[in-house]
């Protein structure tokens, strides 16, 4: 499908309209940045996480997983360089106050500009462009000057003090401070040795300046990250594999060629050998999906350093004792449900009717089978599709329906990307023809075919 702001509107539409996104507090009329994911999107959401775990956790030798607190001591912030460096540049249009992130309005107007820059850096600039430059609110050119805006949240939590915002603890911005404070309880506890890994998945959350493209860019939102702990020596080649990895693991999960491309960083951090991002060509163009990193010993010293603990690792076969490096993969839930519901979307016609098809694999959609009496006012019938769900429901995610007439109930499956639809009829009764006696219909969501399938076979046929 041609990607654009049409398809973005009919995502969020489907979206909205079958249960898979809500807008955060919508009957208070919404709150900035917020969203819910409904019956569908909790289901498939938890599939998007699983394939993540599966292929990160349970298929890697040396990589184990790990749920750390979201709330953690500050102290792991400052040593972090979120407390003093974690911000984003904002501008205010003096017009409307609506705050802007510059680095993106200078993206618009197709100026090469990065969060990473200095106050000064960003300003020069932006002054330099000022004139092409007009508030996407109202539209107006009167923007004060770049200032940074720092995007850790604070809390109060286990803090009982009136004045309790000079002394905060902080909701984590991202999830893989947790992985590295926890890198010695971990060597200490399993039987890893380097080079490990260590993955979480979770919620952060970041006082983003301007949330925007829809669950693209949320306030509070959910990682998947892994980090390789290696030798020094080791960093660039265990990135390089990790690299073709996590490219590949994309492709496997059914995403076309076309759609996903490198992004190399222009501005590296001090402390980083290499920096990539996985781009996916989402509705509104090709945008960070994933980050994957080589980041050196930087996290290691820094927590060394602010914790007084050694994180030092001795290599048992050469007694040799170093920080090992980490080699990082990062990637939001979020944004990967966007790319997984811009991927799969489709409409296409089937039997002479216009339908919308999400044309999910197999391990993502949220129901992996559908079951339906022929007819609801048949108690007979519907007994029996309840004895077929119960089966079914036992093995995979089912959901019985006998509202409306089959070919809706089919429309209706084929837009939360179901990809087979059981039928029960009076064949199934072995009311017509003997043979066919507990034999149901199985309806491809993609071809539409049906195909006749015994009920003893009917959990092999569908996994
Ligand atoms: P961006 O440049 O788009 O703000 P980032 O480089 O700050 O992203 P990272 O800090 O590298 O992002 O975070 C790793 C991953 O977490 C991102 O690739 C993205 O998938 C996800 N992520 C980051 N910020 C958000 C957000 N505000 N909402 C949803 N997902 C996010």
């Known amino acids: 499908m041609e990607r654009s702001v049409e398809t973005m509107d009919k995502i969020v539409s489907l979206c909205k309209r079958r249960g898979f996104v809500f807008s955060g507090s919508e009957i208070y009329g919404g709150f900035v940045g917020s969203f819910d994911y409904g019956p569908y999107g909790v289901e498939l959401a938890n599939n998007i996480k699983a394939a993540w775990w599966q292929a990160m956790v349970h298929r890697e030798p040396n990589i184990v997983g790990l749920d750390s607190a979201i709330v953690t001591h500050p102290k792991v912030w400052e040593a972090s360089g979120h407390v003093g460096g974690f911000s984003d540049p904002l501008v205010e249009c003096k017009a409307c106050n609506t705050r802007s992130r510059a680095d993106h309005l200078l ?48 809390t109060n939590l286990g803090n009982f003090k009136d004045d309790w915002s000079a002394d905060p603890a902080y909701l ?140 030092e690792y001795l290599d048992p076969y050469t007694n040799e004792k170093y920080l090992p490096h980490v080699v990082e993969t990062s990637v939001g839930v979020d944004r990967t449900f966007l790319a997984v519901m811009t991927e799969f979307y489709d409409e296409d016609e089937l039997c002479g009717e216009k339908r919308i098809v999400l044309r999910f694999p197999k ?57 087979h639809c059981v039928t029960i009829d009076f064949d199934t009764l072995g009311e017509e023809n003997p043979l066919l006696k507990d034999t149901v219909t199985v309806r491809d969501r993609d071809t539409g075919e049906q195909t006749r399938v015994a009920i003893t076979e009917l959990i092999t046929y569908l996994q």
């Not at 500009?113 to 932006?126: Q, T």
């Not at 265990?238 to 996903?260: A, C, H, I, T």
């Not at 994957?292 to 914790?307: I, K, N």
Request: proline share 4%; glycine share 6%.
């Open 107 to 154: 993206e618009e107007a197709e100026v090469f500009a990065d969060e990473k820059m200095s106050v000064e850096e960003i300003n020069a600039v932006f002054d330099s462009v000022r004139e092409k430059i007009s508030c996407p609110k109202c539209g107006e050119k009167q923007f004060g000057s770049v200032t940074k805006f720092n995007l850790l949240v604070k």
């Open 172 to 311: 984590r911005g991202e999830t893989c401070q947790g992985i590295y404070i926890n890198f010695k309880n971990v060597l200490d506890s399993t039987r890893v040795k380097v080079p490990f890994g260590i993955a979480q998945i979770g919620k952060a959350f970041r006082n983003e300046i301007a949330p925007r493209q829809y669950i693209f860019r949320k306030r509070e939102f959910e990682q998947m990250e892994m980090q390789m702990f290696v030798a020094p020596a080791d960093e660039m080649k265990v990135y390089s594999l990790w690299k073709e990895k996590r490219m590949q693991y994309y492709l496997d999960l059914g995403f076309k060629p076309e759609n996903v491309r490198w992004h190399e960083h222009e501005n590296l951090v001090f402390y980083a050998k290499a920096a990539f991002d996985i781009e996916y060509n989402f509705p509104f163009g090709f945008k960070e999906l994933e980050g994957v990193h080589a980041r050196g010993d930087y996290d290691l010293t820094q927590h060394q350093t602010f914790s007084g603990v050694s994180m």
């Open 363 to 419: 391990k993502l959609a949220p129901i992996k089978v559908a079951v339906f009496p022929l007819l609801k006012n048949r108690p007979e019938l519907v007994e029996k599709a309840k004895e077929v769900f119960a089966l079914l429901a036992e093995h995979m995610r089912a959901e019985f329906d006998d509202n409306g007439n089959v070919g809706k109930r089919y429309r209706r499956q084929d837009e939360i990307g179901t990809p």
